[in-house]
């Protein structure tokens, strides 16, 4: 059995991806054994499936909000505002 070589490197999110893909590689094989020939104990492929969530939800983090409402002011009335004082600032 070869496992990935790591290639300290890289980024960290790639390294966790590769974590990821060496845990979903072993509950493949795991799931091909005969249940007397898995070398995992009964259960812990649902740890190992947690794990894999875990993980993924690191890797698939997205910073931005939820929600993001409506902004306080658009671009256009920021602009419109700005031209305004300079009319005003100028007449």
């Known amino acids: 059995m070869s496992y990935p070589q790591v290639n300290w490197k890289k980024n960290e999110y790639h390294q966790l991806q590769e ?33 894999i969530g875990l993980l993924e939800e690191i890797i698939d983090y997205d910073p931005t909000p939820n929600e993001l409402g409506e902004p306080p002011i658009t671009l256009d009335e920021m602009h419109t505002a700005a031209w305004k004082e300079h009319q005003a600032m100028h007449s």
């Open 19 to 51: 974590a990821v893909d060496l845990l979903k590689a072993i509950l493949e094989r795991e799931s091909k054994r005969h249940q007397m020939d898995q070398d995992l104990v009964p259960g812990d492929d649902d740890v190992v499936q947690e794990a």
